[in-house]
């Protein structure tokens, strides 16, 4: 089973920008649309940002125009660039296809805060 290692996240303050990126172990070609996720404590996981093989992408509304999402299949890669981020922005960050496809990683922790 492919897995996932998300990475990149970490305290900043409001306004500030983050990368992330997701390692798969294995093809995400193979997976089709990649996705990336987000849970705010408390809340049920949601899908924030998808991108098809082919580049196209869709947004949350809450994400438009601040972050982007990017793959380079040929490092089996998934990236989101996060820019003005915002304290709701908050949340454990996961990748994963969509629908998902295989196990979730651990995760990477954004926390915006002055």
């Known amino acids: 089973q492919v897995q996932l290692v998300e990475s990149g996240g970490g305290l900043v303050q409001p306004g500030g920008s983050l990368r992330l990126s997701c390692a798969a172990s294995?093809?995400?070609?193979?997976?089709?649309?990649m996705g990336w996720y987000r849970q705010a404590p408390g809340k049920q996981r949601e899908l924030v940002a998808r991108?098809?093989?082919?580049?196209?992408?869709i947004y949350a509304d809450s994400l438009k125009g601040r972050f982007t999402i990017s793959r380079d299949n040929a490092k089996n890669t998934l990236y989101l660039q996060m820019n003005s981020l915002k304290p709701e922005d908050t949340a454990v960050y996961y990748c994963n296809a969509v629908p998902v496809r295989t196990v979730w990683g651990q995760g990477t922790q954004v926390t915006v805060s002055s």
């Open positions: 294995g093809s995400i070609f193979s997976f089709g649309v």
């Open positions: 991108i098809t093989n082919g580049g196209f992408t």
